[in-house]
T-cell receptor, first 115, second 114 residues
Framework: AQSVTQLDSQVPVFEEAPVELRCNYSSSVSVYLFWYVQYPNQGLQLLLKYLSGSTLVKGINGFEAEFNKSQTSFHLRKPSVHISDTAEYFCAVTRVSGGYNKLIFGAGTRLAVHP | GAGVSQSPSNKVTEKGKDVELRCDPISGHTALYWYRQSLGQGLEFLIYFQGNSAPDKSGLPSDRFSAERTGGSVSTLTIQRTQQEDSAVYLC????????????FGPGTRLTVT
């Protein structure tokens, strides 16, 4: 079975500061990794995904994440945040061999960007 | 084009009543997923459809929950004899075929059982 741990439930940060949202996963099989964002009263939107290849993945809205297999981590970073980045962020995994994309989510990290 | 739509957006029901939640996936998307988002349990997978068949129903929490998909398109999630612990946001997602293709999520249906 797979599991995902998001180490921070809330992250407050000032506008234009850098931010890192931490994600660790556990799995006995190979997985694909994802970060989703959820704005208030909306569904989830894909920020970025790691399938294979380069371990540094760039996504939308200036976000990037780095896959670290030895540390089983997939931390999300942004060098300079905006007020509009205030949202909940979810890390998720799915089995490579599953043939379909059953997502296992972390508990989420609420990012609050202050002026 | 249109995204994934869900209806109703909000549903308040009395304990013991049955409810039906509807999902209209993006046209041409053969894979459809239901998830549940609740305060206590976070985001949980419920069921996966490929076309009209459901090869993975492992996330349905009890036999009060069922889902169907017709014509490879619209899906309905039915909860019978609702309980207060069923209160949650039910999210639907669709993707083109199977594998690691991006899932597009609908806005969800917020279910409140009183």
């Amino acid at each position: 079975a797979q599991s995902v741990t998001q180490l921070d439930s809330q992250v407050p940060v000032f506008e234009e500061a850098p931010v890192e949202l931490r994600c660790n996963y556990s799995s006995s099989v190979s997985v694909y990794l994802f970060w989703y964002v959820q704005y208030p009263n909306q569904g989830l939107q894909l920020l970025l995904k790691y399938l294979s290849g380069s371990t540094l993945v760039k996504g939308i809205n200036g976000f990037e994440a780095e896959f670290n297999k030895s540390q089983t981590s997939f931390h999300l970073r942004k060098p300079s945040v905006h007020i509009s980045d205030t949202a909940e962020y979810f890390c998720a995994v799915t089995r490579v061999s599953g043939g379909y994309n059953k997502l296992i989510f972390g508990a989420g990290t609420r990012l609050a960007v202050h002026p | 084009g249109a995204g994934v739509s869900q209806s109703p957006s909000n549903k308040v029901t009395e304990k013991g009543k049955d409810v039906e939640l509807r999902c209209d996936p993006i046209s041409g998307h053969t894979a459809l997923y239901w998830y549940r988002q609740s305060l206590g349990q976070g985001l949980e997978f419920l069921i996966y459809f490929q076309g009209n068949s459901a090869p993975d129903k492992s996330g349905l929490p009890s036999d009060r929950f069922s889902a169907e998909r017709t014509g490879g398109s619209v899906s309905t999630l039915t909860i019978q004899r609702t309980q207060q612990e069923d209160s949650a946001v039910y999210l639907c997602a669709s993707s083109f075929d199977r594998g690691a293709n991006e899932q597009y999520f609908g806005p969800g249906t917020r279910l409140t059982v009183t």
